[in-house]
């Protein structure tokens, strides 16, 4: 078996745990913590990983560079978060109801050719919902 564990860096690591939370109908695996958290979904399986800008540990000895300044470089360059959904219509409704930038309201994708939005997330990343297959 093998598992994706993407991590972003977040601003505020608690704000975008409750957003991804509420998007995805999932819950988190470090509750109220400032530096790092996963949003898993109801089986355990992580979906992302959320990580604040710059060091992290004790003495901030735990440095990865592409986590490290917003400022560095463009905050979602290269970067398209996507993620498939079971749920679609009431992911649809849970993205309206947090007052995100929408990008893109539902539309049939030209590569899956089914439904799909993207979103906004608090840090500005793009956020693509696709509906899952049948």
């Known amino acids: 078996m093998k598992r994706t564990w993407p991590i972003i860096a977040v601003a505020d690591v608690p704000k975008s745990t409750t957003w991804y939370n509420r998007l995805l109908n999932a819950r988190n695996t470090h509750a109220g913590a400032p530096v790092f958290d996963q949003i898993v979904d109801e089986d355990g399986t992580v979906l992302l990983c959320l990580h604040r800008w710059g060091p992290s540990g004790p003495q901030g ?3 990865w560079p592409s986590l490290s300044n917003p400022q ?3 905050i979602g ?9 079971e749920d679609f219509d009431s992911a649809w409704e849970r993205a309206q109801a947090l007052g995100s ?11 899956t050719l ?21």
Do not use: S
């Open 77 to 85: 360059n290269g970067l398209l978060l996507w993620f498939v959904v």
């Open 72 to 74: 560095q470089n463009h």
């Open 101 to 111: 930038v929408i990008e893109e309201a539902p539309n049939t994708d030209n590569g």
């Open 114 to 134: 089914m439904r799909a939005f993207v979103v906004r997330d608090p840090d500005q990343y793009y956020v693509a919902v696709n509906e899952a297959r049948g």
């Open 61 to 63: 000895d735990h440095q």
